[in-house]
Every structure is written in structure tokens, then in C-alpha cells.
């Protein structure tokens, strides 16, 4: 997805604020039937707010890298759609609160979503946006500080600093982690050949990490393991994913290590394009998930190996061999339903795998599946909406209100680009647990269109 370049010198991020829609129950457009239905979350429906709320600024610093602004309540990262094809996507941020999350505290940053990371760097206790920007030298990561209201619209970025000026055609798809477990946010980044750069926190605000180390690769894309949003410090396993045409391609984990960094022995994964971190099986230890996520390559010989279509496979955190599951098919011949998630409803301790399917959501625990279902209204934006593009997609898992228990992030949005690909979503559950009530529900088509 492309970035807005910055030039020198003009501001980093530019900050909107509006009114944004809560769903109701069996809300849709002219032409939906509007009665409540458990697949739209019609059991718990919310009332609309006449007016947005200040984003709180009192906030004293926490250890979450998803707590934006500090308060000590989890936020909630999301794309904003574009208003026109000449625009891109931003990044909006919904604000939580003692009660979960609060659709009416929001703002929208003014860089493509999916090219920003959050991660405390500087270790003050508010998180930073970390993104490649094109302006400060070509492929360098920049980072946008953070504070009690979030990051500054007024300052310019920073450009990360590398020992020598950094790799020759820069660093791209930087992730966060604690790759070494001393409680400071951590980036990873692919250089051009394949390899990963590893920059360890705490940095200045200068942009020098503390240390920088490699580890080998033909990588495309990287996932880390999520930083414990308690604070406790748990170092971070990194899996480094090639790249691949449709097809389904493999990847290695360079395990976590306490002290000393990430392994630098790799372990050899299967084919899977769709990956997720949990403890799947109880016992405390972080494992790794990855299956198929149904994208496909359709030129002549290349399908998928029996062992990898419709699967996916749990690698134990304590070592041992991997456990397959078997996921639904795809009726979509070449794009697939999409990615995987952790989550732990249920609060047990004990995380399932999230899975996009064709119809919706479904949990997966060992041999037990839930499926989670809601849906678009049957006509948006003037056009009706095919059936088969009405399901809501999974888009993560969080504990919003301090309950224990995680709810899950489901997403729709009407048209193409979110029928194929899952781009572009406008609507938002927040589920309560598998339950078909949510906990919240709104849109984000009455955000602002781009400005400067």
C-alpha cells in the first residue's frame, strides 16, 4: 500500500478529529430488513454519540504499545478508508477507557495504514509511530514520538540511525518485539537481500538504537511475537516469511532468547502464508501457528502440496512436532479469505487460532470450533451487496476492558477491494467474547477526507 512521502522540514503527521457512527442493531442502509439478527450483533445494540470526546492527555506513561496515549487503557489500531481513489488509506486510532473501548475518542494520522508500527523506543512510556518514510533517505524506518495525546502533529520525524548509513536499499516491513527480553521495544526490519536487521531498544530520541544485529534470510515479510501488553518482560520469537506469487511459501523462526537476543539457529517451518503467536496449548509457553490462508496460484502446476491446503499447523513453544489442524476450504480461487489471530475469549490462559474463512470468522481450540459470525448491511453505498461478500472478517483480539477476557476485532467493508482482499473495511465489531452480543459496534465512514 503506497505512503504519502514527506518532504523535509513539513510536518510529520497531520491529526484529524470527527464524529464517528456507532452501529445499531440491524443497522444498514435503505433496503436492509433492520431487525436485529445475532450474525449483526443485534442482542447488544449501542446508541450513537451526538459529539466526539477529547482524546484524555492525563495519562502518566504504561508499558502497553498499544496504549497510545498512556492512560493505561488499550487502544485500538485501524485503517481508515480513502474518500476517493486518489486517496489512501490512514491510520485511525480508537481510544479505550475504564469500559472498553469509546468509539466517540478517536484520531486519524495521516499515513497509510499498514505501514505503522507502535513501539515505545525511547522507553517513556508512550508509544511511537515507526514507518518507512521515503523523505528522510531512501528506506530508512522514521520514527513520529509519542506522548500523552499520542504523537505530535507539529514535530517532524525522526530517521532511525544505522551504524555505516544502513544497508544498501534500505529496510523495509519494520515489525516491533522484545527479541531479547529486557522489558525495551525492540524493531525489525528486511533488508534488500533477504536478511533482517535488528535494532534494540531503548533509543535516543536522536534515533540510535542501543545495538543493531543481522540474522540471515530470504525474506519477504517478517511477523513477531505481540509484547506482553502487561509489561512483563517476555522476549520475543521472530519468524521470517519469503515471498511468494499467490502461492503458499515457507518461512524459519528464529526462537526467543532471554539476555542475548534472538537464536541465531533457525527452525525450518512448512508452507503457510497465514501466521499467529499464542499459547495454544496451556503450558505457558509461546507457540507459533501457520497454515494456509487459501491464496492461490493459478498458473498451470503450481497447486498447493496435499499437506499444506486447507491446514495449519501449531509448532509448541517447548519443542516437539508441529500439530495439524484442518480449516475450511475457499471458494475463492485465488485470493483467500485472508490471515490469522490469536485469542482468548474465554480468559482461560489457554489462546485459540482465529481464522478468516469464506463465511465469516472461526475459533479454533484443539478439536473445538466456534464460529463467529456478523454482517454487513445488504446494500452500501448505493449498490447491493452480494451474499458472499457480507461476512465480517477477523481482524485481531484484545482485552479492552481489563476484564481478563479478550474480545474480538471483526471488520467489513462493502465492495471489491474488501471482497477479494479485505482492504478498505468500514465497519467494526467488537464482539463479547463468541457470544453474538458485542461490546461495541461503529463505523468509520464519517471520518474527514484527507486535508494538506
Same mark, same amino acid.
Given at each position: 500500500m503506497e505512503d504519502r512521502t514527506l518532504a523535509p522540514g513539513t510536518r510529520a503527521l497531520v491529526?484529524?478529529?470527527?464524529?464517528?457512527?456507532?452501529?445499531?442493531?440491524?443497522?444498514?442502509?435503505?433496503?436492509?430488513? $433492520? #431487525?436485529?439478527?445475532?450474525?449483526?450483533?443485534?442482542? /447488544?445494540?449501542? =446508541?450513537?454519540?451526538?459529539?466526539?470526546?477529547?482524546?484524555?492527555?492525563?495519562?502518566?506513561?504504561?508499558? !502497553?504499545?498499544?496504549?497510545? /496515549?498512556?492512560?493505561?487503557?488499550? !487502544?485500538?489500531? *485501524?485503517?481508515?478508508?480513502?474518500?476517493?481513489? /486518489?486517496?489512501?488509506?490512514?491510520?485511525?486510532?480508537?481510544?479505550?477507557?475504564? #469500559?472498553? *473501548?469509546?468509539? =466517540?475518542?478517536?484520531a486519524v494520522y495521516d499515513h497509510a495504514a499498514g505501514t505503522v508500527t507502535t513501539a515505545d523506543l525511547d522507553s517513556d512510556g508512550y508509544p511511537d509511530f515507526v514507518a518507512v518514510d521515503g523523505s528522510?533517505?531512501?528506506?530508512?524506518?522514521?520514527?513520529?514520538?509519542?506522548?500523552? @495525546?499520542?504523537? !505530535?502533529?507539529?514535530?517532524?520525524?525522526?530517521?532511525?540511525?544505522?551504524?555505516?548509513?544502513?544497508?544498501?536499499?534500505?529496510? =523495509?516491513?519494520?515489525?516491533?518485539?522484545?527479541? !531479547?527480553?529486557?522489558?525495551?521495544?525492540?524493531?525489525?526490519?528486511v533488508r534488500q537481500d533477504g536478511s533482517v536487521t535488528l535494532l534494540y531498544g531503548p533509543f535516543t530520541r536522536a534515533g540510535a538504537p542501543a545495538r543493531t544485529d543481522t540474522r540471515p534470510g530470504q525474506g519477504s515479510w517478517l511477523a513477531a511475537d505481540d509484547i506482553d501488553p502487561s509489561g512483563k518482560a517476555r522476549a520475543t520469537g521472530l519468524l521470517v516469511h519469503e515471498g511468494d506469487d499467490g502461492e503458499q511459501t515457507a518461512g524459519v523462526l528464529y526462537p526467543a532468547r532471554?539476555? @542475548? $537476543? *534472538?537464536?541465531?539457529? =533457525?527452525?525450518?517451518?512448512?508452507?503457510?502464508?497465514?501466521?499467529?503467536?499464542?499459547?495454544?496449548?496451556?503450558?505457558?509457553?509461546?507457540d507459533l501457528a501457520i497454515g494456509d490462508n487459501g491464496s492461490r496460484n493459478n498458473e498451470p502446476d503450481t497447486g498447493e502440496k496435499p499437506e499444506t491446503a486447507f491446514s495449519l499447523a501449531v509448532y509448541p513453544g517447548k519443542g516437539g512436532d508441529p500439530v495439524t489442524y484442518k480449516?475450511? #476450504?475457499?471458494? /475463492? @480461487?485465488?485470493?483467500?479469505?485472508?490471515?490469522?489471530? @490469536?485469542?482468548?475469549?474465554?480468559?482461560?490462559?489457554?489462546? $485459540?487460532?482465529?481464522?478468516?474463512?469464506?463465511?465469516?470468522?472461526?475459533?479454533i481450540e484443539g478439536e473445538k470450533r466456534t464460529k463467529i459470525l456478523r454482517e454487513g448491511p445488504a446494500r452500501a453505498g448505493g449498490k447491493k451487496t452480494p451474499a458472499r461478500w457480507r461476512h465480517a472478517r477477523p481482524y485481531a483480539a484484545a482485552d479492552f476492558d481489563a476484564d481478563g477476557k479478550e474480545e474480538l476485532i471483526l471488520n467489513w467493508g462493502p465492495g471489491v477491494l474488501f471482497g477479494l482482499y479485505g482492504e478498505q473495511p468500514t465497519h467494526w465489531w467488537i464482539t463479547d467474547g463468541t457470544s453474538p452480543h458485542d461490546k461495541t459496534a461503529f463505523t468509520t465512514t464519517s471520518f474527514p477526507g484527507r486535508h494538506g
Open positions: 491529526v484529524f478529529c470527527a464524529s464517528l457512527a456507532l452501529l445499531t442493531a440491524g443497522c444498514g442502509e435503505k433496503g436492509d430488513t $433492520g #431487525k436485529p439478527s445475532p450474525s449483526q450483533g443485534g442482542g /447488544n445494540p449501542v =446508541s450513537t454519540p451526538t459529539a466526539s470526546r477529547p482524546v484524555p492527555s492525563d495519562g502518566k506513561g504504561s508499558k !502497553d504499545p498499544d496504549d497510545i /496515549n498512556g492512560d493505561g487503557h488499550r !487502544d485500538l489500531l *485501524l485503517p481508515v478508508p480513502s474518500h476517493s481513489e /486518489n486517496e489512501k488509506e490512514r491510520t485511525g486510532v480508537v481510544f479505550g477507557s475504564a #469500559k472498553g *473501548l469509546d468509539p =466517540s475518542t478517536h528522510m533517505e531512501p528506506g530508512l524506518p522514521a520514527v513520529h514520538w509519542g506522548g500523552p @495525546s499520542g504523537p !505530535d502533529a507539529d514535530a517532524d520525524a525522526t530517521r532511525i540511525q544505522l551504524p555505516g548509513g544502513g544497508p544498501d536499499g534500505g529496510l =523495509s516491513g519494520p515489525v516491533r518485539g522484545d527479541f !531479547d527480553g529486557d522489558g525495551h521495544h525492540d524493531i525489525a526490519a532471554t539476555g @542475548s $537476543g *534472538l537464536s541465531r539457529t =533457525s527452525v525450518e517451518l512448512r508452507e503457510g502464508n497465514a501466521v499467529a503467536f499464542g499459547d495454544y496449548d496451556g503450558d505457558g509457553a509461546r480449516i475450511p #476450504k475457499s471458494r /475463492n @480461487s485465488y485470493y483467500g479469505p485472508g490471515d490469522y489471530a @490469536s485469542a482468548d475469549p474465554d480468559g482461560d490462559g489457554k489462546d $485459540g487460532i482465529l481464522v478468516a474463512t469464506d463465511e465469516g470468522a472461526l475459533l
